[in-house]
């Protein structure tokens, strides 16, 4: 029997979710432009770095300049972490 829980991302999840978000980005789910550039340390730092925002404050900036409040929550199968979900403001992404 398999056991699916929900609980908020630890910072020690950091890796899981960026690496599900560049494998998201391959087809769309976030920026397509993540996965293409997933090798540029420049662009893969800023992303980390609103990752950790998330699971340290709970609040990322936006392209605009202004912070929105977000969460990130991991998805465990039989303890072990198999999906993501980011919510940003108003808007949830599930992966």
Known sequence: MCNYKLE???PNHR???LDCILEAS????FNPIFYQQKNNKQMISGLEFQ???TLNYENMPTSNGNFVSSKLYVYLQNGNP???S???GEEIYLF
Not at 26 to 29: D, E, L, T, V, Y
């Open 8 to 10: 908020k991302a630890s």
């Open 15 to 17: 890796k899981f979710i």
């Open 26 to 29: 391959k087809s769309g789910h």
């Open 51 to 53: 990752i950790d925002l």
């Open 82 to 84: 198999c999906a993501m």
């Open 86 to 88: 980011w919510i940003q």
